[in-house]
């Protein structure tokens, strides 16, 4: 049998839907277990939580600094840790176990200022380890086409780009949609910003990783629709890229009628993607003349089609497969790690450096809301 | 039976898309009759329109201005014009008819200028003439259901408009898509704009009459994505209503896999609409609560469905009718004025002053885009 | 100037949906004239529709024999006669003007009985006389796409057709949906066939003149499924076609939820194709390996696609242009005949041949049904 | 922590597609633990699969009398055992285990016959065991909502029901789709039936359980289209329920372009349902008055739809968590055994009964095939 990857959470109390889907799509797979955690700021329901998943109450930690230095120290402790805190928290969290040699998958967003990223990059190379953040929706197999498509310049050159990620669920006055929206809409532990952090990032990176383009300048303009918002809450963002293609995204979270529409449309000079989230088992493809066809996710119709194969097309896959995807890219690499064969270009996850590009994103983005909406460049 | 109402066409020779589409619509209701044109430049081609068309030889004119001039002198003449020419042809036509106190049909958009249009504006006022601007899609039962829908109260204060026009045809380096493309790209008869006063005045329109919505300001990014284009071709415009409701146009040319795909998004506090062009026959309904319904076509739902009904749903109508709808709103009016019964209030079409605001909206988009996309007051 | 075919209409009184669809569609291309009708029972309302129409009040006709007595002998007569009555008037129309040398054009279904048909038949190939039965949806360009592709070949074996029209509107208890429902429920003026009748040879026209295939036998299943109607509201007929393939085909009028929902489905040994009647401008083809793509309407993709654009893919057309294209193809040959230039491979439109088709297929259908649901050969 | 319960497997030896679901699915929601097998005829196979998935040598066994025998007599034997061999092998397999007085969960079709089928039935009853068919797609939360909406009443009297389930991965002359198709294409392996048996049965199955129909008499028409095909690839089954509605199923295995494409449409008196399992986060449905809207797989909007909440909507979920909701229904009414607090009203899963009336419908429907597509009474 093939020997289990152990790991340890951090965050993933009661409540979290975040953190359990994260157990629950690494189970799909089988290849980890879950050995250790720091689950709340509350020790007794961290141990609570322990004890629900099955786990030797002492390594149910109080801390997560002493969650690190406890596994660091064991001979059978964990492979690596997955942080699922508020936003806040992911930037002492992910130091703690870089120090302590553990590599680290994060939930996106990295972390609250540049400065951090920085920092857990440069820990991360130098200490030679494994940084994944976990972008969910880079893991379906259709957007690795998309990728793949890309790559091999059937698209041509790339024009403009157009994403977006709507939602509907922070529509209303005086309601925070329950415990998640409380946070995120809290100031002090979103790290000042709220519908670009938190869902924004997660287009900026698509984009990023599925076109490779780097943004040169943005114009970002951030706006509070519902009364009473503290925190943007619906935001457009201008691009150019180098290169001289332009994009355009938008975000909301008070866009009633979008239950998660993250949507990516790629226009080239020889045809077009897209690509929706809530209908992440197709991709649609306009080759030169306008011609349109879709192809699904399954077996075909790529090299990693098949790498990522669960189930034949029309057995739909979502969102557990998609994040477990990423997880087998993660831990195919910890295991060559291991092994000794590992190289740099197996690495075909979302990394810090990835996590950087989008607290960056994030910041240049406030600096042009600050500056009235005016070009800021990267 | 009812007499026809007789109408003089000025543009509109061999090939022209646009004055085809007008006559066609037309005949649907069989409401007017063609008897008089000045089709093109070429005397030559003018009379050989005419013959197809089944005119008198003698109401073929060489130029506008004799048109005008005759026809407002025969007691048997012309009860309005339509003007098909090339955009920088609109102004100098319809000023021609409206001094010789004929009413217009002007395709859009009005005019190159500001000064042009606020002349038109005063001109057609002055003389008490009925002047319609051919936005064809407001047209549509459907988006005057969303009309409706939104001054019944039923969305609320709107706070987001996200509203696009994209098309592929002119996506293609070195080629311009025949005589359309020709005069579209062309700076001399386009009057400088391309892609948004061709196709984004569509969406701005719309957006106005539909939400009532008044711009306060805007940031324009006019951009020339294809090589050697001399005009923007790709554009994207951010708003801020009166009132506080803020809005994002996109406007393309060259988004190869979009045939004709202008759609408009409406985000209000109590729910959202969603219309697109290409499925014409639906209108999409989100309730405060995300309940997500569709409305069609028909006799039904609303007073104006009832107003426009002539084929039951189901039985597709489409482009044609959506133009006919139009004149049927403007024969009405034109016919009310003969036998003294016209109000103001019976003005359901866009008229001189919407075509107005179009160039206004041009020019300020212009504006914005040699100042390096700032905000520019209207 | 082209000069205006000339034609006269049986039926089409007030409140007729099918006679104004015929009248406007013919407009779009403006090649015809209606000049003469017999538009009533009631020769009061006979004169006050000519009125409307402005015809001669002299060609307003209190019965349809004299009418075919009368334009037959006229110098200027009509060139074609638009029969649009109940079903039971088709027959004895249709013989009147063939018998007094006018060609046809009669709404479908051709007749009661399959002698009337047969009758039907053999008077206009011994007067040699162009008939068309104008099956609407047969007109649209996506379909004639259909039909080229599958000559073409590269359907490869035709195996199963699934063709599906069901509607909602008489689903109610007690309700006949106003004079539409009225007629097309009462068995002394539908023939004794409500639904299969009705809409069912649409799906049976458009199979047979799409795929070529001929009907080997059929078993048919016709239900009540409304309390209290006297006619069948819910039809299945399953198919054997000469050469091995097999068909099923569903029809109802009772089916909530639907309001004109015909479809088709082809599927062969090297791909399918399907077509949705509401989706009119779409048409989508699956190769032999799966691969879905779509083709829309436009002057491509093919020859008979450039022979019926009028306006360019993404400004859509409907039904009124796909009866506006029956007309084209049905006034294309009267031309030809008129100018010595016809010969018969030109027709290209549905005729009394496939008139007679369905009328035999409604019977057969009834003689399954009446036998319990057996297999009856054709 | 929630002790896991025991389960051993059957079947499902390496390339297993539907084994491996199983087990994905069942570690999703981490209830069960995989602990003994039978998973191959070959025991080297069986030992090989064992360690792969960890199991103790011990407990992978040559046969699954064998295993049924010693899992029975051992103090920590498994809870349940699941069966995903080919289908002849099910009869004889669950025997062996509800004589061992071990509870079942069983792929579908139950079994070949329904004498096997009735002994089954028999067998669970005597023993007070809980056997389960796992028809995956009733597991979808919108599946229950369907069950929801009409158990309410909402829908009226039902009347009509339109299912069909294509697929085109056996459309190939001379292919087989690898092992999958082998087995299901040979008449000893599969029983006799391919397509009805292999997934007519899931069309069968959902209907049943969604509307409470129970049929009254059918008739079918089972087809081989592929050259080649000894066993049936494509088949109508024309069906009267009690109580006066009616049905048509469509199933078939060579309609190139469908990949898994399940459709279940119902119609009543008052409005209708539309279901498309690869658009299983929706439902659609339609009131009396034609109105069309969709529900979201999520939270809302019923109490199952909360009792199988794990992902907001939005966030995709698919086949696995289908498969996963039944084994929440499984498990908890083990639990509920084991606790003493178990009612037979919570059964609220397929169960060996609706695995008897599928083999009985797969009767039947060959019986109205041999006796050339004529009505038989259930």
Same mark, same amino acid.
């Given at each position: ?159 403009? =780009? ?7 669920? %922070?529509? +209303? #006055? !005086?309601?925070?949609? /329950? ?50 918002? =503290? ?7 201008? %691009?150019? +890229? #180098? !290169?001289?293609?332009? /994009? ?131």
């Amino acid at each position: 049998m093939k020997e289990l990857l152990k790991y340890g959470m951090v965050g993933g109390g009661p409540g979290s839907f975040i953190a359990d889907s994260h157990r629950r799509a690494m189970r799909i797979d089988g290849e980890t277990q879950l050995v250790a955690g720091a689950f709340s700021r509350s020790f007794e329901k961290c141990r609570q939580t322990g004890e629900e998943l099955g786990l030797d109450p002492e390594r149910c930690y109080a801390d997560f600094r002493e969650m690190a230095r406890a596994e660091a120290a064991r001979p059978d402790g964990i492979d690596f840790v997955v942080i699922v805190t508020p936003n806040a928290a992911h930037y002492p969290a992910a130091k703690a176990f870089l120090e302590a040699g553990i590599p680290v998958v994060c939930d996106k967003p990295l972390c609250l200022t540049v400065e951090q990223g920085e920092e857990l990059v440069r820990l991360s190379e130098e200490k030679g380890l494994l940084f994944m953040l976990t972008y969910t929706y880079f893991g379906h197999a259709t957007v690795r086409y998309m990728k793949e498509y890309i790559e091999s310049g059937k698209l041509g050159k790339i024009r403009n =780009v157009m994403a977006e990620y709507p939602q509907g669920w %922070l529509a +209303y #006055e !005086g309601e925070w949609g /329950g415990k998640q929206g409380e946070w995120r809409c809290d100031p002090k532990l979103s790290g000042g910003v709220n519908c670009l952090g938190d869902i924004g990032t997660h287009a900026e990176n698509m984009v990023s990783m599925v076109t490779g383009l780097k943004i040169r300048r943005l114009l970002a303009k951030l706006d509070k629709l519902v009364p009473g918002r =503290v925190l943007d809450d619906n935001d457009v963002v201008l %691009l150019e +890229y #180098e !290169g001289g293609a332009v /994009g355009s995204y938008w975000i909301s979270q008070c866009a009633i009628g979008h239950r998660n529409s993250l949507q990516i449309r790629i226009y080239g000079e020889n045809g077009s993607l897209l690509w929706k989230q809530e209908e992440s088992e197709e991709l649609t493809i306009v080759d030169h003349d306008g011609n349109v066809s879709k192809v699904f996710r399954g077996p075909a119709p790529s090299a990693s089609g098949a790498s990522f194969a669960r189930l034949p097309a029309g057995h739909t896959e979502g969102f557990y497969e998609a994040m477990a995807n990423l997880y087998r890219s993660y831990t195919r690499c910890l295991r060559a790690k291991k092994e000794g064969t590992f190289t740099p270009d197996m690495v075909d996850f979302p990394t810090v450096k990835e996590g950087l590009d989008s607290v960056r994103f994030i910041h240049k983005a406030l600096e042009s809301q600050e500056g009235g909406n005016v070009w800021v460049e990267m």
